[in-house]
């Protein structure tokens, strides 16, 4: 059952509930925030359109930074911004940043400490027709692993906006994970979230999905289907990936027995990593992972890929059956 | 802060940050010394008088800014900042150990003055130029200087930072490129290429003003030059020795990354008496 508090929209599996890339929530978000701060400013890499930075380039053209296809300058001018009090937000593909510029990352904005907000779109395989080079699989990996650094990973473009405002209200450096394509806007301004805080949306105690990213709606839609078989499954919004919310995680460990985690990502080194290191110190329990095992993507619409990389609702029916197999 | 006025103070102020740097290295007994050395004269310059700083008002919204993109530059910053009263003198002996503010790569949120954290090379000139074009969102009249190694010229990065910089005429810029002809692997030409440093600046729509990095006059005169300008940004080339001011260390690229006592020579006194000779040619 959904639970209530998560104040989820009502009938989130009808054909027509409301579709919007997470990136569309951040463009929204970037707006609000700057309305209310005026030290926000934008950089865009030649991607402002799509990195949905353009409302703010037209709203506000003074606090916009086109830097043309220099990633690694984008991110170190940001930390020259943040240094004299601006908050820059750096959007760019996710490949690019923080692909091309970790070196930036880890010693200019991390150890430096710097207020820089690093907008990473296009994450995921559901990039889709651009193939391998530019779904980012990795940026999980690659960011949670850095001090400081404060990685986010919302769910839908709601959330996406709200994690915009969180970051903008943190003092200090921030990822954000976006993707491309369309997906189910099933959370509402009600919904509550909060950085260093999972959300339990769906209650079950037979297996608990951990998931991040698009991927959440289809854990539910995963939970909903084995609820015919007589299935009970938690699902878990794992968007604060860094701070990551342990006692949330160990208690579904202690309370279900058998762990999913499910991302648009490597499982190594992202969420199923991340969840696996916190329940081996804590609570462990068989945990079996949906997500890239240690492969590229290609070319294909993201309906496609999912099915054939199995990060969808059916991969994860199968995976909550295998771990329950596995309990102890 | 009060400025020193005379050349004559300026050099001897020059020396003191030489026996800092010396002392320092020595007692850590790992770091980079051509280099520091090379850069009294221009730190001596910059802390002493050209900047608008002042300790007691460090995060003055109107004070200069000195960036230094060399990080492991570190010890003549740490002793230009000790010596204009950031922290204590005292403490430049504490640089590289355990517990020690005095990182061994320069840190911002660790030490008192410094403008932002560097080491990994390629990176400083970006948020100086971050810094300048923030400054001119605001209308502030500060200037923004960034210390640029020639080494670091091998980076893309930099080179996106000229761009970047030229395209957006950051006129409360200027770049200081340290041009001491050496990098950890041998003569800069011969580990890559630099030149022409003046023309690849220009094309990129900044002014150049070549100076001696030793001469401090020279170095004071081309900051109120690149001040007056306008326009556009200013690179000062300045030439310098490595190892200035220690005979067996001056131009010798393998005195780059080792502190004075950690190598034999041709032309060095035994290691045990480095420091010793160093600061006997440093007596003022």
Redesign the interface.
Known sequence: MLTKESHLKRNIFGKDIEMAPTRDGYGIGLVEVAEKNVNV?ALSADLTESTRAAKFRDLYP??F?Q??V?E??M????????????I?FVSTYAVFSPGRTW??I???VC???ANVKLAGHHAGLSVGPDGATHQALEDLALTRVLPRLTVLAPCDAEEARKATHAAAAIKGPVYLRFSREKSPVFTTAQTPFTVGKARVLHDGKDAVIIACGPLVYEALVAADRLVEKGISVRVINMASIKPMDEETVERAARECRAVVTAEEHQVAGGLGGAVAETLARSYPVPVEMVGMRDSFGESGQPEELWRKYRLNAAAMVDAVIKVIKRKH | MKKLTTLDSLSRMANTLRRDVVTMLAEAGSGHTAGPLGLADIAAAMYFNVLNIDPRRKNDPDRDRLFVSCGHTAPIWYAALARAGFFPVEELKTLRKLGSRLQGHIDRLTVPGVESTAASLGQGLSIAAGCAYAAAMDGKNYQTYCVVSDGEHDEGSTWEAVNFAGYYKLQHLTAIVDRNNIQIDGPTEKVMGKEPLRERYEAFGWHVIEIDGHNIEQIIDACQEARAIGEKPVCLIAHTIPGKGVDFMEGDYRWHGVAPGGLDTEKAPPKNKQLEAALRQLHY
């Open positions: 400013v003074d606090r930074i830097m043309g220099a690694q300058n991110v170190t001018v940001a930390v020259g911004l943040a240094l004299q009090g601006k820059p070196d930036q880890r010693i200019s150890y430096n400490n």
